[in-house]
């Protein structure tokens, strides 16, 4: 009898070659793991399929709620967008892929694991950063980084053992999707000077092309986690889709980053990703309103290093862990309500209010209800101004004299 391999299987060429080249190469039976971070694709053809191609047997999961309440969540809390751009939608589900893939090989008494990621992404990295922090007694292998194929080799090894070639391989782009967000990759986009043609997007309007007049939306947070849209209660999927549908019809969504992967290279790569842009703004609006300004900066640092290890595949650490400890008691203030204008690609937010506001109408108002003592201004900028007149009179007031001395 064979051993056997579990394959992270997407139903593309890679994937579907790698079942017939770990049969032949390895001499493994391959039992393929298609799994739903919600992607909405047909996962009953992908299952049939990966059986049709030779796998021994084909399990799809659904793992939209995980994803959702275990990922993306805090990610959302946390703020994270690695560089500055990119809301970090395939480098948060590849964690969870790869803890549900080491799942079935338990289940299975499979000993090898395998996924189909090249040489040069991050992905590879995260996959088997997870497989070896999870059970590093299993071996992986990874077929595409191996055989050495190019993509025309690929097509002719599928043609000769009767693998269909889905029609998705005359797309000029490679494509990763899951909930909270679109990434595109190649062909044009490779030149940075380029700018992505109108087919390059799927989710998102030319803003051109969006509707004339601008769309209102209140999302509501309980402790920083997003659950209602214009009042009405929401789970965490619905929100995420009807957020991508909303704002996605108003153009909003779409990111253009020169992007610096973990191997070192870098990437222009193109996302969509209409409700991660406006959840991750809406979410700092309310924090902008529940937070104290040092809460705010020191999270803007926890954010950074949040997104930081989540592209670079460290999920399963204990540095992960404490910073989330630190998001979630940040949380507990971030309740409330947040209002954005969705508009010809611009998405704005014009009102926020939250029970626990430390916004303080009396304190900022210029009207008459001013509570503000302004007879503490004037000895509070003595003392706050004491090390700047100091430095000054003593050093910086003579400095041009001395120097042409
Ligand atoms: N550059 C993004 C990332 O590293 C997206 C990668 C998309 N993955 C893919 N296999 N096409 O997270």
């Not at 805090?74 to 893939?101: C, D, H, S, V």
Request: aromatic residues 10%.
């Amino acid at each position: 009898m064979s051993d056997k391999v579990v394959l992270a299987y997407s139903g593309g060429l890679d994937t579907s070659v790698a079942i017939k080249w770990l049969k032949e190469k390895y001499n493994l039976d391959v039992i393929a793991v298609s799994i739903d971070v919600g992607n909405e694709r047909d996962f009953s053809t992908i299952q049939q399929k990966a059986l049709d191609v030779g796998a021994v047997k084909s399990l799809v999961k659904d793992a939209k709620e995980l994803f959702v309440n275990h990922f993306v969540f805090p990610a959302l809390r946390a703020n994270a967008i690695y560089e500055g751009q990119y809301p970090l939608a395939t480098a948060l589900g590849r964690p969870l892929m790869a803890k549900l893939l080491v799942d079935v090989a338990r289940e299975e008494e499979a000993k090898v694991v395998a996924h189909g990621c090249t040489g040069k992404g991050n992905d590879q990295v995260r996959f088997e950063v997870a497989f070896n922090a999870l059970a590093p007694d299993l071996k992986i292998i990874a077929p595409a980084r191996e055989w050495g194929m190019t993509r025309e080799q690929t097509i002719e090894y599928a043609q000769r053992y009767s693998i269909p070639v889905p029609i998705t391989v005359s797309s000029p782009y490679s494509i990763d999707e899951c909930l909270w967000g679109r990434a595109i990759e190649c062909g044009v986009l490779e030149d940075p000077w380029v700018e992505p043609p109108a087919d390059a997007f799927a989710w998102t309007k030319s803003p051109i092309n969006a509707p004339g007049e601008p769309a209102y939306v209140e999302i509501g947070f309980n402790k920083g986690i997003p659950v209602s849209i214009d009042g009405k209660k929401m789970g965490g999927i619905s929100l995420i889709q009807q957020l991508n549908e909303l704002a996605g019809e108003h153009g909003v969504g779409r990111i253009d980053h020169i992007e610096d992967r973990v191997v070192g290279i870098k990437s222009r790569e193109i996302y969509e990703a209409p409700a991660a842009l406006v959840l991750l703004q809406a979410h700092l609006a309310l924090e902008a309103l529940t937070l104290s300004r040092d809460q705010l900066r020191f999270k803007q640092r926890i954010a950074q290093e949040y997104a930081d290890l989540v592209y670079n595949g460290l999920w399963f650490t204990g540095l992960r862990q404490d910073l989330n400890a630190y998001v979630s008691s940040s949380q507990r203030f971030v309740t409330g309500t947040v209002r954005l204008k969705l508009f010809k690609g611009s998405s704005m937010v014009v009102g926020r209010k939250a029970p626990a506001s430390l916004y303080s109408y009396g304190l900022a108002t210029y009207d008459k209800d001013d509570k503000f003592d302004a007879s503490y201004a004037e000895g509070f900028m003595r003392l706050w101004g004491l090390s700047a007149k100091t430095q000054f009179q003593i050093q910086l007031a003579g400095e041009d004299k001395r120097e042409e001395a």
